[in-house]
């Protein structure tokens, strides 16, 4: 059985930075795409970073946290990471690790992909 779980949340001030990680477990880590999303009160949640299984890690990011969120992966510790720089009030959220349900497919589909179970982030002006 898939388990994700993430840490790292926390609250900090605006031009902050926080760095969450997200331990998986239950299979081979290295074959899937792994990534983070975030949901904000009522709002819908939304794609912020995914990164591809191994060699060239390819990496997707939302366009508003291009240049200030880092997605990195250490696959012998089963581990992905976002590094936030600059946090902003608007990125206050949960956030939320996913790993993706098919091998060696890039990026993350909402609809096939194991989830854990959130860290909230929020970020005060």
């Known amino acids: 059985q898939v388990q994700l779980v993430e840490s790292g949340g926390g609250l900090v001030q605006a031009g902050g930075s926080l760095r969450l990680s997200c331990a998986a477990s239950g299979r081979t880590f290295s074959r899937y795409s792994m990534g983070w999303f975030r949901q904000a009160p009522g709002k819908e949640r939304e794609f912020v970073a995914s990164?591809?299984?191994?060699?060239?890690?390819?990496?997707n990011y939302e366009d508003s946290v291009k240049g200030r969120f880092t997605i990195s992966r250490d696959n012998a510790k089963n581990t992905v990471f976002l590094q936030m720089n600059s946090l902003k009030p608007g990125d206050t959220a949960v956030y939320y690790c996913?790993?993706?349900?098919?091998?060696?497919?890039?990026?993350?589909?909402?609809?096939?992909?194991?989830w854990g179970q959130g860290t909230q982030v929020t970020v005060s002006s």
């Open positions: 990164i591809s299984w191994s060699g060239d890690m390819v990496r």
């Open positions: 996913a790993a993706h349900k098919t091998p060696y497919r890039l990026g993350i589909d909402p609809n096939n992909a194991y």
